[in-house]
């Protein structure tokens, strides 16, 4: 059609394109900042005030997919989360096991529902909100240390 510099631009920025998206998914992990740590953490209703470092980031699975960061925090966030997660009307210390939601939770409808409690290392919030038939739901857990001032964030979706 007579177009040929046209075609090889376009042929270019497309493949240019393409290898960009493949290395993002390549590189999330690299690509994690501290606005993003925000961004998760704001979803649950947690607020950092002061600086804080990202101490690990990882992500992974296809069909069980899973996001898990930690964070190194202040000694005051720290304090105030524990408050916060204690402070709370739905919070148990009676808990012993790693996860607490109950099991015979129906996975795709009901209310969403949030659970606080303190187990023997951590003090934790988990959210949980079914998404419908057939779609995964979203469960959340944040866990801070008891011996440190570590936060992790797990977001998991089987």
Do not use: C
């Not at 930690?70 to 966030?77: G, N």
Request: aromatic content about 14%.
């Amino acid at each position: 059609m007579g177009k040929r510099k046209l075609g090889i631009r376009i042929s270019r920025a497309l493949t240019v394109g393409v290898i960009l998206l493949a290395l993002t998914f390549i590189f999330d992990d690299f690509l994690f900042f501290k606005w993003n740590a925000k961004k998760h953490l704001r979803e649950q209703g947690i607020e950092l005030n002061d600086s804080f470092k990202i101490l690990n980031n990882e992500s992974g699975g296809i069909r069980d997919y899973y996001h898990k960061f930690e964070l190194q925090i202040s000694d005051s966030d720290k304090k105030k989360l524990i408050e916060q997660i204690k402070s709370a009307e739905n919070f148990t210390d009676t808990v012993s096991t790693y996860f607490y939601l109950p099991e015979n939770k129906n996975r795709y409808s009901g209310e969403a529902i949030t659970v606080n409690y303190e187990n023997l290392g951590e003090f934790k919030t988990e959210y949980y909100k079914p998404n419908g038939q057939g779609i995964a739901p979203t469960y959340r857990i944040i866990s801070i240390s008891k011996t440190e001032n570590k936060l992790t964030f797990e977001d998991i979706i089987d």
